[in-house]
């Protein structure tokens, strides 16, 4: 059984810093990419990052420099740690799971998520 369970969400103000935790369970976790995506109200959910099991990552550009993807497969968890926010960034954020090789921009490519975890910037 599939689980991924995000946390580390809250309200902060414009500039602060967040570090969000996907825990996952069910699976061999090291042999799987995963990544991170968001959606706002009333937007589509969009690609943020990703990070394949060999520890390739790439970011969406609006957020190069400021977010980074990290994984621990000794404690089954992916990271993103969120800097510099901006009232833009505010979103829901969701993990999910990749596949062995790639990381597509799609979300219709990865087959589990978690409840994901409201993350609010203001300004």
Same mark, same amino acid.
Request: positive net charge; glycine residues 10%; charged residues 20%.
């Given at each position: 059984?599939?689980?991924?369970?995000?946390?580390?969400?809250?309200?902060?103000?414009?500039?602060?810093?967040?570090?969000?935790?996907?825990?996952?369970?069910?699976?061999?976790?090291?042999?799987?990419?995963?990544?991170?995506?968001?959606?706002?109200?009333?937007?589509?959910?969009?690609? *943020? +990052?990703?990070?394949?099991? &060999?520890?390739?990552?790439? /970011?969406?550009?609006?957020?190069?420099?400021?977010?980074?993807? @990290?994984?621990?497969?000794?404690?089954?968890?992916?990271?993103?740690?969120?800097?510099?926010?901006?009232?833009?960034?505010?979103?829901?954020?969701?993990?999910?799971?990749?596949?062995? *090789? +790639?990381?597509?921009?799609? &979300?219709?490519?990865?087959? /589990?998520?978690?409840?994901?975890?409201?993350?609010?910037?203001? @300004?």
């Amino acid at each position: 059984q599939v689980q991924l369970v995000e946390s580390g969400g809250g309200l902060v103000q414009a500039g602060a810093s967040l570090r969000l935790s996907c825990a996952a369970s069910g699976y061999i976790f090291s042999n799987y990419a995963m990544a991170w995506f968001r959606q706002a109200p009333g937007k589509e959910r969009e690609f *943020v +990052t990703g990070i394949t099991r &060999s520890s390739t990552t790439r /970011y969406v550009d609006s957020v190069k420099g400021r977010f980074t993807i @990290s994984r621990d497969n000794t404690k089954n968890t992916a990271f993103l740690q969120m800097n510099s926010l901006k009232p833009e960034d505010t979103a829901v954020y969701y993990c999910a799971r990749g596949g062995r *090789v +790639t990381l597509p921009s799609n &979300s219709y490519e990865y087959d /589990y998520w978690g409840q994901g975890t409201q993350v609010t910037v203001s @300004s």
